[in-house]
């Protein structure tokens, strides 16, 4: 069974998000877990935060 990936460096060890620390953007991922691109091959991003 594969380890876990470490936590992100804007994830607090009690599960709340420190979203100082977080990307502005963040690549979108698909229902397979891959990253989702354009059809130039463009990795698709999103807004993390809410203007």
Excluded: F, H, I, Q
């Amino acid at each position: 069974m594969p380890l876990a990936p470490p936590a992100p460096e804007w994830g607090n060890p009690d599960g709340t998000v420190d979203e100082s620390k977080m990307p502005e953007e963040m690549p979108l991922m698909g229902p397979d877990g891959r990253v989702v691109k354009d059809a130039n091959g463009k990795t698709l991003m999103v807004e993390t935060r809410v203007k």
